[in-house]
């Protein structure tokens, strides 16, 4: 077994899981300055991310665009059942149900990735991964609320949200098989391409082009996309699928959920929410989880 570590590692999943949790500002942004949907925000962040990412790889590389037919299956289960499928499960259960239980169905994401990584890469399950599994879950339910305010769960709101977390994670195991096949930039173009064009068919384009145009003020918007595009989903998938070359699937799952914590820290900070002891207790849980996690592996390489 070819277990991976490395600081730099965790250092690029742990900022892109703060790049992801500033998703809120962007958000609440684009929708109170052109009035779109919440798919059509994934699809504009989306199509931003692929137009960077084509621009980068063929600066980097031009022959990166060149993948084997076999492995089409791979990038388009990278761009639609994860990327894609993701976003479009997590925002419609933000609309079925309220944030918190969305936020949380979301999260357990790193259940998914442990588990599929125990299948197909033969991960060890060690006491200090399950700990950490236990601990950043936990945190991520305190952060979240749920359970302190009013909810309307449905079977099928519950069942879209765990797909989202599914999608999610799924990212973490296509992504690794990915990159022992190709470099990071083209992985990252191709998901974020075929994700982009998927996304075209679920936005109601010509509302989202109207949209558009009866915006007053264009170059304030095209700022704000670009940077939703860049800050949203260049940066921190850039920084975790370099960061899934030195470190283990499931454990950058659950570094990944540092998100939660700098979403919630946002809210209270930008949008004056509230901030309750449970929302501390679980930001301090995902900070145990985290350094758990970094014990464990530092004592590993002094072994």
């Not at 958000?27 to 960077?52: C, D, K, N």
């Not at 299956?73 to 997590?90: D, E, K, R, W």
């Not at 799952?253 to 679980?282: K, Y």
């Amino acid at each position: 077994m070819n277990t991976k570590h490395g600081t730099n590692g965790t250092l690029l999943i742990i900022l892109a899981g703060i790049f992801w949790g500033s998703m809120g500002i962007f958000v609440r942004g684009l929708a109170a300055l052109a009035g779109f949907t919440s798919i059509q925000i994934v699809s504009l962040r989306l199509t931003v991310a692929a137009v960077t990412f084509a621009l980068i790889l063929l600066r980097k590389d031009s022959q990166g665009f060149r993948i084997a037919l076999k492995d089409i299956p791979l990038f388009l289960g990278l761009g639609l059942g994860s990327v894609l499928f993701f976003a479009a499960c997590y925002f419609t259960a933000i609309q079925m149900m309220t944030l918190s239980i969305a936020a949380i169905l979301l999260y357990t994401s790193p259940i998914w990735v442990m588990l599929m990584s125990l299948l197909f890469f033969h991960e060890r399950m060690t006491k200090n991964k399950l700990l950490a599994l236990i601990i950043s879950f936990v945190g991520c339910v305190l952060v979240s609320g749920i359970g302190s305010g009013e909810s309307n769960v449905t079977a099928i709101g519950i069942l879209i949200g765990l797909g989202s977390g599914i999608g999610y994670g799924l990212y973490s195991i296509l992504g690794t098989i990915a990159l022992r096949r190709y470099s990071t930039y083209t992985v990252t173009t191709y998901t974020f391409m075929i994700a982009s064009v998927g996304s075209l068919f679920l936005c109601s384009l010509p509302d989202l082009l109207h949209k558009i145009a009866a915006c007053s003020v264009k170059p304030h918007l095209f700022v704000l996309i670009a940077l939703t595009g860049l800050v949203t989903a260049v940066i921190p998938f850039l920084c975790y699928t370099l960061g899934l070359e030195q470190v283990d699937a499931s454990r950058a799952a659950i570094l990944a959920t540092i998100e939660p914590m700098v979403a919630t820290l946002i809210g209270v900070v930008v949008f004056h929410e509230s901030m309750t002891l449970m929302s501390v207790v679980g930001v301090m849980c995902i900070i145990a989880a985290i350094v758990l996690l970094n014990l464990r592996f530092s004592q590993s390489n002094q072994n």
